[in-house]
């Protein structure tokens, strides 16, 4: 009998850990300070087997404008109704898959669209980018005395070719989402600057923030990342653009405590992306 009484305790206890780990705020003018100094094993391992899947279902391509060109993978829905329309992610890399094999943007935030049950429960066009130079460069805002982001004409081409995507395919218009991590959080930034219209939400995960446009994000819904270790990209242009916004703006902060750049990305973080993405619809 105390045998079975300790296993319930103990699954009770497993149980409650998995629940509060998923319970973080994603109201808006919200800063969540998380503390995980050791991920989990299985947290662990559903990483290393999202790094694993297989990418053949993201078809190559190109944009091309004469001037520049970028390579890019595209996803479908694994059902498309002709008469639905589909959200549109848009997924930026870091620096280390800069180039043009058209293979190394295949990381994490790109692949969770693989799996068996984002397929089934979020259909979606998922485009990913490899950009051949750096899409993000940083420079030192003396007023505010953080790093920020800036952009190039290969951004531009991405972003320009979207609009030829949103015609040729069955995309909705009013949910089109970008996400990034590292330069590619940077580059997410510059994006929903540029282009502020296109979008109905953002996640900025350890990026570099844009302040240019600010005053005309105020409606669009901002998710940032950082970890507090982070000694790749101080988190202090994230941490400056959600203290400007969070009064005025729709926009939260995860702050993980014990997290640096390259483990920011845990299962509970992957998970949790996709549901707040599909609430995200753009007015």
């Known amino acids: 009998m105390i045998q079975k009484i300790s296993k319930l305790l103990s699954f009770v206890l497993i149980l409650s850990s998995i629940v509060s780990c998923v319970c973080h705020q994603t109201k808006f003018g919200t800063r969540t300070e998380i503390y995980d100094k050791k991920d989990s094993l299985r947290s662990l391992a559903r990483i290393k087997a999202i790094k694993n899947l297989d990418y053949s279902d993201f ?54 669209w693989l799996l068996p049950e984002n397929r089934e429960k979020y259909q979606a066009y998922v485009l990913l980018p490899q950009f051949p130079v750096r899409s993000s460069n940083y420079h ?6 953080v790093k920020v982001s800036e952009s190039n004409e290969h951004l531009d ?75 790749d990209n101080f988190p202090q242009s994230n941490f400056k653009f959600y203290d400007e916004m969070k009064t005025k703006g729709n926009v939260f902060l995860w702050e993980y405590k014990d997290k640096y750049h390259n483990n920011i990305l845990s299962a509970e973080l992957v998970d949790e992306i996709p549901k707040w993405l599909f609430k995200q619809t753009k007015n």
Do not use: C
């Open 59 to 112: 078809k190559a391509g190109k944009f091309d404008d004469g001037k520049v060109a970028v390579n890019y993978r595209f996803l479908k829905p694994s059902k498309i109704k002709q008469d639905k329309k589909y959200p549109l992610i848009l997924v930026f890399h870091g620096s280390g898959a800069v180039g043009t094999n058209n293979t190394s943007q295949m990381g994490v935030l790109s692949k969770i």
């Open 140 to 145: 030192l805002d003396e007023s505010r005395n």
């Open 157 to 231: 081409l991405v972003l320009e070719s979207i609009d030829s995507l949103i015609i040729k395919e069955n995309i909705d218009p009013k949910r089109i989402y970008v996400m990034g991590f590292s330069m590619g959080g940077a580059t997410t930034s510059n994006a929903i600057s540029k282009r502020p219209d296109l979008f109905a939400a953002a996640i900025n995960v350890s990026g570099i923030s844009q302040f240019d446009k600010i005053d005309k994000l105020t409606k669009m819904p901002i998710w940032i990342v950082h970890g507090s270790l982070d000694t």
